[in-house]
């Protein structure tokens, strides 16, 4: 069993950053690939990042691309998003989740565990 914990979300002007931090309890989240979803009121959840079990290979969902820099410290149980020069589009609750498989990483049903999702405002 695996407790995702995600923080730092709010409200904050286009071209700004922020950085989300996802806690994991346990003592195997280094067996666990990573993710970031978000989901915007109205629209699916959708995928926007994900890392592998060491942090030594990423994925971006294209639009996020040289903006969102996710990384993770598994001495700390920690997954982050850095995401830099925000835009309005991207403003919506941003989830951490847990796989222990990570073959589909894009793929909302490879994984296991899911936080609680912390909300990110971009206003233009």
């Known amino acids: ?18 950085r989300l931090s996802c806690a994991a309890s346990g003592r195997t989240f280094s067996s666990y ?18 890392i592998n079990r060491s942090g030594g290979s990423t994925y971006y969902k294209d639009s996020v691309k040289g903006r969102f820099i996710i990384s993770r410290d598994n001495g700390k149980n ?14 919506a609750v941003y989830y951490c989740a847990a796989s222990i498989r990570f073959g589909a990483y894009r793929s909302r049903t490879e994984y296991d565990y899911w936080g609680q999702g912390t909300q990110v405002t971009v206003s233009s």
């Open 33 to 50: 690939g990573m993710a970031w979803f978000r989901q915007a009121p109205g629209k699916e959840r959708e995928f926007v990042a994900a």
């Open 1 to 18: 069993q695996v407790q995702l914990v995600e923080s730092g979300g709010g409200l904050v002007q286009a071209g700004d950053s922020l």
């Open 78 to 91: 920690t997954v982050y998003l850095q995401m830099n020069s925000l835009k309005p589009e991207d403003t």
